[in-house]
C-alpha cells in the first residue's frame, strides 16, 4: 500500500515560498556552462549544479522545506523517511539544523558513503532489504510506534515545492529556457520544476529523463496511470524507484512534455565528461539530465537548454572504476 496523504497538490506560489523559507540555508547553487559540451550538443547548455548543494544533492531543498513547515509538536516528537540514500541525507542535516530527530529506513545495499553522511548528520538508520521488503510500510510501522511524521522522498506537496525552487533559480539567473531536462525518480524534483517552468518560462518543454532498466515514469505518461514495476538495477540509485506518487504524477502528465531513458553505459559517459571537463564529481543519478539532453541533441540545435545536475554523492571507488573503464 502507497503512502497515501490527504495534501492539497503544490502550486508556483508554494515554490516561490519554499524558496523564502529555504534563504540563507539551502545554497544558490552555480550555473555553470562548458564550451564543450555547447559543441558537443549543438546548443547553449546551462547546468544548474545542484552536486553542490548541501550535502550534495537537490534533496535538501525539499527536506528543510517539509521539516521547517511541521507544527512543533511534530517537530518535538520527530520525523522518520525511507530513502537509498540522498533524501535520507537530506532529512537527517535538516533535521538536525532545526533540531529535530531523524529516522530513516534505508537499503542494506545502499552507498558506503550515502550511509556514513546519513550517520554523520545524525540520522538513525534503520535498515532493509529492499528486493525483499517493503520500506513504505516498514516506515509506516515504525511511524506508528514512535509517533513520527513520515517525510517521504518525493511525494509530498512541501517536498515537491522544495526542489522546484531549483528550477526557480536558474530561470532567474538565465531566463527562459527552450528546454529543461530533469532526472526522474519519483517525481519530486521533475514536478517542482515543472511548477516553475510553467510560470517563469510557459513556452519552456520540459523532459523528465530515468534509467532504462527502470523506465515507470515513461510507462505511466504514456499511459495515463501509474504504473509500476520491479526494483530495477541500475547504477542511478536514486532512481530506483517503482512508481510515481499519487502527487507527482497529476503535475507530471500535465506538464511534462515527455519522459526519455538512457542506459547505464551513457552514464558512465557523462559522468566521465563531468569529471574531465568540468572538474566536476557527479553521481549516476545526477548525470540522467544531461544524458538525456545530449541524447536529444539535434532537436535543440541553436536553442537554449537547462540540466539539472541533480547529485554528487557517489562512492568514490565504485566511481573509480566506472569512469576509469574503458
Known sequence: M???RLMRPPVFADVQAAAERLRGHAHHTPVLRSATADARAGAALFFKCENFQRMGAFKFRGAFNAIAKLSPAQQRAGVIAFSSGNHAQAIALAARELGVAATIVMPTDAPAAKLA?????GGEIVAYD????DREALTRRIAEERGLTIIP??????????QGTAALELFEEVGALDAL???LGGGGLLAGCALAAGALAPDCAVFGVEPEAGDDGRQSLRAGRIVTIAVPKTIADGAMTTHLGELTFPIIR???RDVLTVTDEQLVAVMRFFAERMKMVVEP?????AAGAF????QWRGRRVGVIVSGGNVDLAACAGWIGAR
Open 181 to 183: 531536462f530533469v532526472c
Open 130 to 133: 529492499r528486493f525483499s521488503e
Open 153 to 162: 522522498p518525493y511525494d509530498h506537496a512541501d517536498v515537491i515545492a522544495g
Open 285 to 289: 543519478t545526477g548525470c540522467l539530465a
Open 2 to 4: 502507497r503512502l497515501i
Open 254 to 256: 500535465e506538464r511534462v
Open 117 to 121: 553522511a546519513t550517520r554523520d548528520y
Open 295 to 298: 541524447a536529444s541533441a539535434p
